[in-house]
Nanobody, 127 residues
Framework: QLQLVESGGGLVQPGGSLRLSCAAS????????VSWFRQAPGKEREGVSC????????KYADSVKGRIAISRDNAKNTVYLQMDSLKPEDTAVYYC????????????????????WGRGTAVTVSS
């Protein structure tokens, strides 16, 4: 059974930090690009960040650029999202998703259709 499980969410004050983890089970992330999405209540899902299968290429939404860093440790089958200087508008449920790649798309980093989704972890930024 292919699964992604997010963890690390919680309540944090504005300006605080969190590190989210996305752990894969039932498959290896070696050949998957991984993206983080978020969805606030009543809002559409938004792409936050993505990382290519080797970790060479990354992409960030303008709203989080400079405050968030994505990384991966394929040996641990895990992708991380380090979030600093958090703002109330960062409040959302954060999801990770994996997309299989080919040799041609091995450097891709996109928010397109995904193959596997996690169930999400809630992040609340409030004083």
């Amino acid at each position: 059974q292919l699964q992604l499980v997010e963890s690390g969410g919680g309540l944090v004050q504005p300006g605080g930090s969190l590190r989210l983890s996305c752990a894969a089970s039932g498959f290896t992330l070696d050949y998957y690009a991984v993206s983080w999405f978020r969805q606030a209540p009543g809002k559409e899902r938004e792409g936050v960040s993505c990382i290519s299968r080797s970790g060479v290429f990354t992409k960030y939404a303008d709203s989080v650029k400079g405050r968030i860093a994505i990384s991966r440790d394929n040996a641990k089958n895990t992708v991380y999202l380090q979030m600093d200087s958090l703002k109330p508008e960062d409040t959302a449920v954060y999801y990770c998703a994996a997309k299989g790649t080919t040799l041609y798309s091995r450097y891709n980093c996109e928010y397109g259709a995904m193959d596997v989704w996690g169930r999400g972890t809630a992040v609340t930024v409030s004083s």
